[in-house]
């Protein structure tokens, strides 16, 4: 059974750094790609950044040049570095891995950011 999970949210003030780290209970070289998404209260769910099982990396340019994923493999663990925090950047932060034809989640990690 594949399990991610998110931590690393929490509250900050804008102009505000976080890290957030998706941890897999497996080795992360079976994924394809893994994400970060967020969601926002009301608004769909969208993409921030991937990063491929060869260590490829894209950012949205909303976050681009605020945002930076990187990966451990040693560790099983995918990050997102967050700095230059905005209040627009308020969500729940959702960490995705496809592996194959399936595709998994975690269960979130709340991100809060105060003007």
């Known amino acids: 059974q594949v399990q991610l999970v998110e931590s690393g949210g929490g509250l900050v003030q804008a102009g505000g750094s976080l890290r957030l780290s998706c941890a897999a209970s497996g080795s992360i070289f079976s994924f394809n790609f893994m994400g970060w998404y967020r969601q926002a209260p009301g608004k769909p769910r969208e993409l921030v950044a991937t990063?491929?099982?060869?260590?490829?990396?894209n950012v949205v340019a909303s976050v681009k040049g605020r945002f930076t994923i990187s990966r451990d493999n040693a560790e099983n663990t995918v990050y997102l570095q967050m700095n230059s925090l905005k209040p627009e950047d308020t969500a729940v932060y959702y960490c995705k891995g496809v592996r194959a034809a399936s595709s998994y989640w975690g269960p979130g990690t709340q991100v809060t950011v105060s003007s």
């Open positions: 990063i491929t099982n060869t260590g490829s990396t």
